[in-house]
């Protein structure tokens, strides 16, 4: 028999069913200067140890995403490893900060099943957990992403499509313990803007630019020990190309969006995501934001702001989401503008 | 009102102005390890903490350049986003190592304006110091940018040019507290040469070469959260080519004078840097160096070398810094070779 | 006199002299995270430091490779900077794991020296041993390469050929200090596969492929401090290319033989090597092993794998080694196949 991991297929899941995934992985001082070279990040929590004790937390947080894209990449082969999309994300909460030291491991439980009308593939829901090494929670989220059959003659699973929130509700959003916005020093953290300053609709331009690299994305998604062979193997696609993994353009776009959501320094919870175009090396990458909500917290000075967070190839002015859908002139979901990569939408915490 | 910051233009600047930048950023391991793989560095003292504690040092310094890339960083979204050239650096000093843990913020001073005879940019002289997180001075320097006008109607200021010293003078070079080099490893070192045995004038060529690459040069600069946007968006520049930046060919050539300089541990100050000429990947860079003074100390077994150290574009054996001025034929300072990329003028402490 | 390092040429080397490399190093944490940017690794000890601790370690240990190419690439400046060849490695083993904080330095005795019948070179067998700061041995093994000579006229040494095993014997493997894989979890680890699974003469076919990047191979060289200048810079060879450093694709292999030797977590000694064919920027790589012998050891529930690693260009679903040789016909060693890049025989341990 082969000791190698030919993935799950479709008809190898079943609701209800647990997945431990392999490998445990510690979080270093490491994985913050890697991600600092790899994205212009600069948020003042986890780019300071200083301006982070200053605002309440007894440790030095990593950036939210260095721990969803670790726990993200553990789920891939068991989960996606045989998939034909990714479809999204929903209900993702950070629980706690993630510090140098903890180590994550991540878990899955199959939350739905749907096979597709062709017989040839289905879509698998789950929803996945990130202990650290206390056996606590860091981060848990929904996730759905479409997967090959292996065999087109097996039967149909009974469908179950698990109800999501649209967005995790304001009041179910975790503050990390301690964090107190009070004494928030605005000039160390590069913006005056607090959460009263955005208007819900407001559309924010976040002006810079990055190329992307052949070798950025993949040490990025390496890190993570993300093993789709997209990403690495040119020999992989048809076009000979690396696909750049959906998290590199999230967590690129997020640390451009500093310009202009400076003080929206952590990452609370993340509502949904849609990977809307394939990227690739030597695409100009931009992103602007869109207000889409605001609230206080019970916790001291501290604020969330649930953003849309655009990623597109080639800057656009006009931040346009969708085109107009000219068949119907109507209020039907248009598709995605053209050069449209990414669109996130989030909540961060902001001094109130 | 735009969220996002537009830099400062020349007439944003006042003799006598305090600009506190953002943001403060922790030094890690994790930087040593990521500076130590884009930059060919073996000098023992940041190299090995045991070496460094043998020669003195409490705590395992991190390269002085990393803590200069990291406090000149925070400088340009504030002093040289709206840049035209960086024109120089003076009175450069290292007042105490910054070890791992170590969190930097920069503020700096106007010290000088001169508005240009076209009336379009003007030069701005800025004295910036970085500080621990205790309130220490760790490093210091001066330097002058041309920086546009945003609107060139706009009234020139009365002329300031600072006096600035063209080399930090010996007496007043910081030896790092307990710096001892009585008992000084050379075999450990890798070489050698003491300072007695460099004589002024001496040139020496650092024989290596580093051919460029685009992820390499800007993974570096990301790490020091260098926001300039000529050096990672290829739509920034009309010649679609990501310029490198400055500080990448300073690191990059003080890592390749390890050959023939293994010995000058560590950098006390700069004197003077012109970056003379653009570089891009693809490019293979060399290093001299020429010797241009040197003393004692009074820290035991410590001398300065105070040295010229050249980066060119292609080796150049017969290190020539300036060719001959044809028109004139007579003692006025001629051009910059061909090929010369940097002209550096430093004090670095050796065995005595 | 010049002071850079023109390296050794054969004539230069005497049996029984002892060379101190330069420069000591600290490993750190970061040097993990840039390890795992760098390879697609996720064995479970290196990985994480819960999982470590589950399997007896008190420190984290970082990989063996990391310790290995520090260790290695200390004695290129002395031992091999005009080599003309890299020729085999020998007896390396691993004494006690590396953990961030030591300080590896590394000293090589002259064991053997042959020149050759052309009188322009000659072969050099040195033993190569890396201490940690207490002194104590953390890796050692033979290597021998083939030099230039300075001089052709010079005379040629008597001929002492050491006599180095073909592999370190099964009774001479060092076990880390405290290892106990009686209660590893085989979950976390991502495979069920222990020592009785694995049949001598199996051979896997670890599946995935990476596709080399310029910066990427550069970095890693580059984090061993290896100085060897055909990885750096265009202009050392005639066609332009720059040579990946052989140890990269050993790291890049022992990554990819995860998929199916998930459980061979330790490296316990290198037997033998021969990097077979060049590899550049756009090779992609895969990797497949073959079992060659299997033990128990002393050690709680800890056995030992010998394990022959190769690395291809291209993947060879046949996983052949060497070719027939069609001029003999007989049982003569062929020449290994086309596209063999990497033929390394190692021992791993892997619970029992």
């Not at 005056?192 to 407001?202: C, F, I, K, Q, T």
Request: charged letters at 20%; aromatic letters at 8%.
């Amino acid at each position: 028999m082969s000791k190698t991991n030919p993935g799950n297929f479709f008809e190898d899941f079943q609701v209800g069913q647990v997945i431990e995934h392999a490998t445990p992985r510690t979080v270093t001082e490491g994985d913050r200067a890697a991600y600092g070279s790899l994205y212009p990040t600069r948020f003042a929590v986890p780019s300071s140890a200083a301006f982070a004790a200053s605002v309440g937390l007894e440790q030095h947080p990593v950036e939210e995403l260095i721990g969803f894209h670790i726990a993200f990449g553990k789920t891939v082969p068991d989960v996606s490893l045989n998939a034909v999309a990714n479809l999204g994300y929903a209900e993702c909460r950070f629980h706690r900060p993630v510090v140098p030291g903890d180590t994550l491991s991540t878990k899955s439980e199959v939350i739905g099943l749907k096979q597709n009308s062709n017989g040839k593939s289905g879509v698998v829901y789950v929803r996945s957990t990130a202990t650290n090494q206390r056996g606590e929670v860091a981060i848990d989220w929904a996730r759905w992403v479409m997967v090959h059959k292996r065999n087109q003659a097996a039967a149909a699973p009974e469908t179950v499509i698990p109800e999501l929130a649209k967005a995790v509700d304001a009041k179910n959003l975790i503050v990390p313990k301690g964090l107190d916005f009070s004494a928030y020093d605005f000039t160390a953290a590069g913006e005056p803007h607090r959460l009263a300053d955005y208007e819900v609709g407001e559309k924010i331009d976040h002006v810079d630019g990055v190329t992307l690299t052949e070798s950025e994305h993949q040490q990025a998604t390496r890190l993570w020990q993300n093993t789709a062979k997209v990403h690495f193997n040119v020999e992989a696609r048809p076009d000979g190309r690396n696909l750049v993994y959906g998290g590199h353009i999230i967590s690129l776009a997020r640390a451009l969006s500093f310009n202009g959501l400076a003080n929206a320094q952590l990452v609370a919870a993340i509502n949904a995501g849609a990977h809307t175009s394939p990227a690739f090396a030597g695409d100009t990458v931009y992103a602007w934001s869109e207000v889409l909500d605001r609230v206080e917290t019970d916790a001291p000075g501290v604020g969330a702001l649930r953003l849309r967070l655009v990623a597109t190839k080639g800057r656009d002015e006009s931040m346009t989401l969708r085109g107009e859908d000219p068949s119907t002139g109507s209020g039907q979901a248009a598709k995605y503008a053209p050069g449209v990569l990414l669109d996130l939408d989030y909540w961060a915490l902001i001094p109130a």
